[in-house]
């Protein structure tokens, strides 16, 4: 039986790219506002996905990650700045937009509830800073329903290790095959913890997959959902789904 549920925070239970993209477009636009903001929205979504993959493989710092995002992003438009501080006050600027574009998705409390109806207890793994996970969490009114958070920037190792999933179920006190993990990201979320022992599911809200991504799915045994709102009932009927096929 899963008797815990661990989740992933950013764009899983928190519409975290629709905050990343809304928060550069309105910073651009009052920095620059001759500038198409919208033009820009994706360049910042693939710095955010180079620098921070660089930040939690130890090659940048927290605020090293920030800086540099700040300056590849800034640099084409003919600003350079001269210092990490002037890079960081850019960045936090940037942070007040992101900020004030924070959102659940609206499946996000509606699951919650459900699984916690049924005495399922949750949980929660993510790849970031604690301090900046948790100020998430209390925003959005998250805080009481989510007994244990665990951050890779607390913890030293990051997903997909096996080592966060693992020490995750040894915080709640039970087996990995106990537990289930479910993130928007098929590799590092759902594959990572079904490679530690955890059911992983796959919240694919797009629905968008390639050929590769099938081939993944089908070795590694994963669930895929679209909506979370499908979560309890999948949960419900997982042990005798996955008994009925050894």
Not at 88 to 110: C, G, K, Q, S
Not at 213 to 226: E, N
Request: charged letters at 25%.
């Amino acid at each position: 039986m899963i008797r815990v549920v661990l989740f992933d925070l950013d764009d899983t239970l928190f519409a975290h790219r629709a905050a990343v993209r809304d928060g550069i477009a309105a910073h651009v636009a009052r920095e620059l506002g001759t500038v198409d903001a919208a033009a820009l929205q994706d360049r910042w979504d693939d710095l955010e996905e180079h620098h921070y993959h660089r930040y939690l493989t130890g090659e940048l710092s927290y605020l090293g990650q920030r800086h540099w995002r700040a300056r590849d992003f800034m640099r084409p438009l003919g600003v350079e700045f001269a210092d990490d501080a002037a890079a960081e006050e850019w960045f936090e600027t940037y942070l007040v937009e992101y900020r004030r574009a924070w959102t659940l998705y609206p499946d996000t409390i509606p699951c919650l509830d459900a699984l916690g109806g049924t005495g399922v207890r949750i949980g929660m793994i993510t790849n970031g800073e604690l301090g900046f996970q948790l100020a998430k969490l209390d925003a959005m009114g998250l805080t009481d329903r989510i007994e244990q958070v665990v951050t890779s920037g607390e913890f030293g190792y990051a997903k997909p290790d096996p080592r966060i999933f693992l020490h995750a179920c040894e915080a709640f006190g039970v087996a990995p095959s106990d537990a289930a993990y479910v993130g928007d990201r098929l590799q590092t979320d759902a594959i990572g913890a079904a490679d530690a022992g955890l059911t992983g599911v796959w919240l694919n809200r797009s629905g968008v997959t390639s050929p590769e991504d099938d081939a993944a799915v089908a070795a590694s045994g994963v669930a895929v959902i679209r909506t979370l709102a499908e979560l309890p009932a999948l949960l419900a009927l997982w042990p005798t789904s996955r008994s009925s096929s050894d």
